[in-house]
């Protein structure tokens, strides 16, 4: 075998290498002198630093000559500050990286004022500002060798210089601009402004504040004829992916399409996504036909397009994704997007008729057939959860499924068993701000359907800010043998006061997650702090921290927001299980009732348990999870991974 990998080409053992994970790679090395010789250069190939701690260790190892920085292709800087020292040595220690990820604080105590370049590259949106000397140094040591995938993510920063540094990188494939603050207006001319500064981009993703595709904001690329008429000559780019998110303006996407249509002849993925408060609606402006018509003549290659919290309207999917015409020949009719594979769309059917002519629910159409990605919003009083989810059942395709917006209205119920029951080709459920009860549909199901739902595909389920019956999980447990990841964020079960039941019995699931579980209601200061695995394993949280989760950020879900993160899990002593039992219960206890239940309180056997959590109204109020499965590989209990 030795002398096999001697012949192997260097491109198998670079995919061998890319298909291993870096555990496996530091087992690989240890076969033999030749496989060290082969595989020892991949362990560095990817490496991420997103800590002080992590900073000092390897910055220092790689800068003594430890470790070899030759070897690092792919870098990703985030949550720290390089000093101007590391700065300068950076390209030096690793001369050759070709993937770089950064956050712009990295430059956190250089002085941006410092320098200005006056021939940088103008944009009438956004002028630069100058780089600084040595970040100058450092893009167009990158930019003039290997550098072809970078990352920046300008959260919360002012000074944030894209022209001067795509100036550096004209070699660039990839470019991922994230959370661009609202001085940068993702216009055309700033799209344009990209491609002229980096030709052979085949991946774009921009993330804004604001998006405008206004014609008019395009005239600095405009030239005039010999009767003064403006004139915009588009050079076609080799992007294959374009992903576009706006906190304002995502409703404007068709005005993107004529731009798209001339500038991006091999598009392949198209994503529009809604990343402000609420959803976007419909463009208030009437869109010509034609515009859809010349994307689809001209994007013939796409193969999937996104809209992400953004509602289209029906006469806008019907003019993208109905038959076409030939332009040569009138008479031809043919199929747009002979290649389109992946339809992921927003309805939450508030328009009239949705429920019977939007293109989504029209047996197959082909948006009803190619549609594989869904996520519905709160549906309007007319219309009931079951109606919702019978006609997306249409969408015989459907593997990922949404539900949201319904801010744990009891009468905006969802039942698990006609989720089941109807998605049946599902194998990713996400539930948010839903009320989720199972089985009431149950007892009306014929024979036949019962037997098709008992091996539903689902794998991944998770539930942030949502409330579940009981019966929800019977029926999940029942009817999908194949899940395997479960989630659950800041739900509380609503049928029962004494504990949280996730009854899994069939399923050998590789995570479990649950973080800021409750019991009857969310009460924010009621934490559970018992957890019992199987009946057999108990755990209590012996420390924790109550920090600020962005699940809780917005100020509709405050009670959300302080969520408790373990610092320390530790087993129960299993002679104070039946005692933990004996204080929680289903019934409403009077004030007497609990003083008495102080009267007989024990001292628990669990040694170092804090005092507090053996009070038995605390217990009471907060009672218990219990989990219940076959099996579980990694098991994370309020963000604490947890030993089995």
Same mark, same amino acid.
């Given at each position: 075998?030795?002398?096999?990998?001697?012949?192997?080409?260097?491109?198998?053992?670079?995919?061998?290498?890319?298909?291993?994970?870096?555990?496996?790679?530091?087992?690989?090395?240890?076969?033999?002198?030749?496989?060290?010789?082969?595989?020892?250069?991949?362990?560095?190939?990817?490496?991420?630093?997103?800590?002080?701690?992590?900073?000092?260790?390897?910055?220092?190892?790689?800068?003594?000559?430890?470790?070899?920085?030759?070897?690092?292709?792919?870098?990703?800087?985030?949550?720290?500050?390089?000093?101007?020292?590391?700065?300068?040595?950076?390209?030096?220690?690793?001369?050759?990286?070709?993937?770089?990820?950064?956050?712009?604080?990295?430059?956190?105590?250089?002085?941006?004022?410092?320098?200005?370049?006056?021939?940088?590259?103008?944009?009438?949106?956004?002028?630069?500002?100058?780089?600084?000397?040595?970040?100058?140094?450092?893009?167009?040591?990158?930019?003039?060798?290997? $550098? #072809?995938? &970078?990352?920046?993510?300008? !959260? %919360?920063? *002012?000074?944030?210089?894209?022209?001067?540094? =795509?100036?550096?990188?004209?070699? $660039? #494939?990839? &470019?991922?601009?994230?959370? !661009? %603050?609202? *001085?940068?207006?993702?216009?055309?001319?700033? =799209?344009?402004?990209?491609?002229? $500064?980096?030709?052979?981009?085949?991946?774009?993703?921009?993330?804004?504040?604001?998006?405008?595709?206004?014609?008019?904001?395009?005239?600095?690329?405009?030239?005039?004829?010999?009767?003064?008429?403006?004139?915009?000559?588009?050079?076609?780019?080799?992007?294959?992916?374009?992903?576009?998110?706006?906190?304002?303006?995502?409703?404007?996407?068709?005005?993107?399409?004529?731009?798209?249509?001339?500038?991006?002849?091999?598009?392949?993925?198209?994503?529009?996504?809604?990343?402000?408060?609420?959803?976007?609606?419909?463009?208030?402006?009437?869109?010509?036909?034609?515009?859809?018509?010349?994307?689809?003549?001209?994007?013939?290659?796409?193969?999937?397009?996104?809209?992400?919290?953004?509602?289209?309207?029906?006469?806008?999917?019907?003019?993208?994704?109905?038959?076409?015409?030939?332009?040569?020949?009138?008479?031809?009719?043919?199929?747009?997007?002979?290649?389109?594979?992946?339809?992921?769309?927003?309805?939450?059917?508030?328009?009239?008729?949705?429920?019977?002519?939007?293109?989504?629910?029209?047996?197959?159409?082909?948006?009803?057939?190619?549609?594989?990605?869904?996520?519905?919003?709160?549906?309007?009083?007319?219309?009931?959860?079951?109606?919702?989810?019978?006609?997306?059942?249409?969408?015989?395709?459907?593997?990922?499924?949404?539900?949201?917006?319904?801010?744990?209205?009891?009468?905006?119920?969802?039942?698990?068993?006609?989720?089941?029951?109807?998605?049946?080709?599902?194998?990713?459920?996400?539930?948010?701000?839903?009320?989720?009860?199972?089985?009431?549909?149950?007892?009306?199901?014929?024979?036949?359907?019962?037997?098709?739902?008992?091996?539903?595909?689902?794998?991944?389920?998770?539930?942030?800010?949502?409330?579940?019956?009981?019966?929800?999980?019977?029926?999940?447990?029942?009817?999908?043998?194949?899940?395997?990841?479960?989630?659950?964020?800041?739900?509380?079960?609503?049928?029962?006061?004494?504990?949280?039941?996730?009854?899994?019995?069939?399923?050998?699931?590789?995570?479990?997650?649950?973080?800021?579980?409750?019991?009857?209601?969310?009460?924010?200061?009621?934490?559970?702090?018992?957890?019992?695995?199987?009946?057999?394993?108990?755990?209590?949280?012996?420390?924790?921290?109550?920090?600020?989760?962005?699940?809780?950020?917005?100020?509709?879900?405050?009670?959300?927001?302080?969520?408790?993160?373990?610092?320390?899990?530790?087993?129960?002593?299993?002679?104070?299980?039946?005692?933990?039992?004996?204080?929680?219960?289903?019934?409403?206890?009077?004030?007497?009732?609990?003083?008495?239940?102080?009267?007989?309180?024990?001292?628990?056997?669990?040694?170092?348990?804090?005092?507090?959590?053996?009070?038995?109204?605390?217990?009471?109020?907060?009672?218990?999870?219990?989990?219940?499965?076959?099996?579980?590989?990694?098991?994370?209990?309020?963000?604490?991974?947890?030993?089995?």
């Amino acid at each position: 075998m030795s002398l096999a990998l001697h012949s192997f080409p260097f491109e198998i053992i670079d995919l061998i290498s890319s298909n291993t994970s870096k555990h496996d790679l530091l087992n690989v090395i240890l076969v033999s002198k030749v496989w060290h010789h082969c595989f020892h250069s991949f362990i560095y190939r990817t490496l991420l630093i997103d800590n002080p701690l992590k900073q000092k260790r390897i910055l220092s190892a790689f800068h003594t000559g430890s470790l070899p920085g030759h070897f690092v292709r792919s870098f990703t800087l985030s949550k720290i500050q390089l000093s101007e020292q590391e700065v300068l040595e950076f390209p030096k220690i690793f001369p050759d990286i070709d993937t770089l990820s950064i956050d712009w604080s990295l430059w956190g105590p250089l002085d941006f004022h410092a320098c200005f370049d006056p021939n940088a590259p103008i944009s009438f949106v956004h002028p630069p500002q100058g780089l600084p000397r040595m970040i100058q140094q450092f893009f167009q040591h990158y930019g003039t060798r290997n $550098l #072809r995938h &970078l990352s920046i993510d300008a !959260l %919360n920063n *002012e000074t944030t210089d894209i022209w001067s540094i =795509l100036a550096l990188c004209p070699h $660039l #494939r990839t &470019l991922k601009l994230l959370n !661009l %603050n609202h *001085e940068h207006i993702i216009t055309l001319g700033y =799209l344009e402004t990209i491609h002229r $500064l980096c030709p052979h981009l085949t991946t774009l993703e921009i993330k804004c504040t604001r998006a405008d595709p206004n014609p008019a904001l395009f005239h600095h690329f405009s030239s005039f004829d010999e009767e003064q008429n403006a004139v915009i000559h588009l050079k076609p780019t080799k992007i294959q992916s374009f992903s576009l998110s706006s906190k304002s303006g995502s409703n404007k996407w068709p005005f993107w399409l004529p731009y798209f249509s001339f500038k991006y002849p091999h598009l392949k993925h198209l994503r529009f996504k809604h990343c402000g408060l609420g959803k976007d609606g419909c463009a208030s402006q009437d869109i010509p036909e034609q515009v859809f018509t010349l994307f689809t003549h001209s994007c013939r290659e796409l193969k999937s397009i996104c809209w992400n919290k953004i509602r289209v309207d029906h006469d806008q999917q019907n003019n993208l994704f109905s038959i076409c015409r030939q332009h040569h020949d009138e008479r031809t009719q043919v199929q747009p997007f002979s290649q389109l594979e992946r339809i992921e769309a927003y309805e939450n059917f508030m328009l009239p008729g949705s429920l019977n002519f939007s293109p989504i629910v029209q047996q197959d159409s082909m948006m009803s057939n190619l549609l594989t990605s869904l996520t519905i919003g709160q549906p309007p009083s007319n219309v009931t959860t079951d109606q919702v989810i019978r006609v997306i059942g249409q969408c015989k395709n459907l593997a990922y499924l949404k539900i949201q917006e319904c801010f744990l209205d009891p009468d905006l119920a969802y039942d698990m068993m006609t989720i089941l029951k109807h998605c049946k080709n599902l194998k990713s459920l996400h539930i948010k701000d839903v009320v989720v009860v199972g089985g009431q549909e149950a007892e009306v199901m014929d024979s036949t359907m019962a037997v098709d739902t008992k091996q539903h595909p689902l794998r991944k389920l998770v539930m942030k800010r949502s409330s579940f019956t009981e019966g929800a999980f019977e029926v999940i447990s029942a009817h999908c043998p194949h899940l395997k990841h479960v989630e659950l964020l800041g739900c509380y079960q609503s049928d029962r006061r004494d504990q949280v039941k996730i009854m899994l019995n069939q399923q050998r699931l590789t995570t479990l997650k649950i973080q800021g579980l409750r019991a009857r209601n969310y009460y924010a200061g009621c934490r559970i702090r018992f957890f019992s695995v199987n009946d057999d394993q108990w755990y209590y949280m012996a420390q924790f921290d109550i920090r600020n989760h962005p699940v809780g950020r917005k100020l509709a879900f405050q009670k959300f927001r302080h969520m408790e993160f373990a610092r320390r899990l530790d087993r129960l002593d299993s002679r104070d299980v039946q005692e933990l039992k004996s204080l929680v219960t289903t019934e409403t206890l009077k004030a007497w009732d609990i003083v008495a239940a102080k009267r007989n309180y024990k001292m628990p056997y669990t040694t170092l348990i804090d005092a507090s959590y053996w009070e038995p109204e605390n217990i009471y109020y907060s009672g218990f999870v219990n989990i219940q499965c076959r099996s579980v590989q990694n098991l994370y209990i309020n963000d604490k991974l947890v030993i089995l």
